[in-house]
C-alpha cells in the first residue's frame, strides 16, 4: 500500500482541518439561527467536500489513521442518508426548521489524532 509523503498529508490534513473548521462555523450559524434548513443545506455540501477528501486519501494513510478516516466516513455516510430522507420527506423551505437524530455522533477523538497526524 502507498504511503502519502509528508508534503501529501500535510496537504490534506490542511485541507481536511480548512474543511472541518468551516463545518464549525455553519453549526454554529445553523444553532443560533433556528436550525434552519439553508444553513443544514450549507452543511451537507461541506460535508460532501469533507466526504471526498477523505474518500480520496484514506488508502494513502497509516492504518490506525485510516480506522480514524473510516470513523469520519461512517458518521458522514449515515448523516448525508438520514437528512436526504427527511429533505424527501418534510420537503423543508430555506428557513423552515431542519433536525433529525442521529445516532452515530462526530467522532471528535478519531478527527483529532487525523488533524494532529505527523508529517
Request: proline residues 4%; charged residues 25%.
Amino acid at each position: 500500500m502507498p504511503i502519502m509523503n509528508s508534503n501529501e498529508i500535510g496537504n490534506f490534513i490542511d485541507q481536511l482541518n480548512s474543511l472541518l473548521r468551516y463545518t464549525d462555523k455553519i453549526y454554529a450559524a445553523y444553532v443560533k439561527n433556528g436550525k434552519k434548513f439553508v444553513f443544514a443545506s450549507v452543511l451537507f455540501e461541506t460535508n460532501s467536500r469533507i466526504l471526498d477528501i477523505l474518500k480520496s486519501n484514506v488508502a494513502l494513510l497509516p492504518e490506525a489513521s485510516q480506522d480514524d478516516a473510516f470513523d469520519l466516513i461512517f458518521h458522514i455516510d449515515v448523516w448525508r442518508t438520514i437528512w436526504s430522507d427527511e429533505v424527501e420527506r418534510q420537503n423543508p423551505r430555506w428557513n423552515d426548521e431542519f433536525s433529525f437524530p442521529n445516532e452515530i455522533t462526530f467522532p471528535k477523538d478519531s478527527v483529532n489524532r487525523l488533524l494532529n497526524l505527523s508529517c
